[in-house]
C-alpha cells in the first residue's frame, strides 16, 4: 500500500476510500494498513477542521522511510502556512 500511495503525485492526498478502489483489499484492510504504517512511523496524520461544514480533514504526510517528529512539525507548519493563504 505505501508503494501506492508514494507513486502518485505529491499533492495528491491519501484517501482511504481511493485507496480501497486501487486495491483488492476492501476499506477496512486499508484502514487497518494505514493504522499499521502510522504504528510504524511510515504515516503520520494531521488533523484539522477548516470549516465546519467541511468537517474534520485528515492531511497524510507519507515516507519511504520514518518520519521524524521534527519532520513532521515541519509538514504541519507548511499545511498550516498553505490552508492561512
Known amino acids: 500500500m505505501l508503494l501506492t ?3 502518485n503525485k505529491e499533492e495528491w492526498r491519501v ?3 481511493e485507496l480501497a478502489k486501487r486495491h483488492s ?3 477496512a484492510s486499508v484502514r487497518a ?3 499499521e504504517l ?3 512511523g511510515y504515516v503520520r496524520t494531521y488533523k484539522k477542521i477548516i470549516r465546519r461544514s467541511d468537517g474534520l480533514q485528515h492531511y497524510r ?3 519511504d522511510c520514518k518520519i ?3 519532520t513532521y512539525k515541519q509538514l504541519v507548519e507548511q499545511i ?3 490552508l492561512s493563504d
Open 33 to 35: 494498513g494505514l493504522k
Open 15 to 17: 484517501y482511504p476510500e
Open 61 to 63: 504526510f507519507c515516507s
Open 80 to 82: 498550516e502556512r498553505e
Open 38 to 40: 502510522e504504528q510504524a
Open 5 to 7: 500511495i508514494l507513486r
Open 68 to 70: 521524524s517528529d521534527e
Open 25 to 27: 483489499d476492501g476499506l
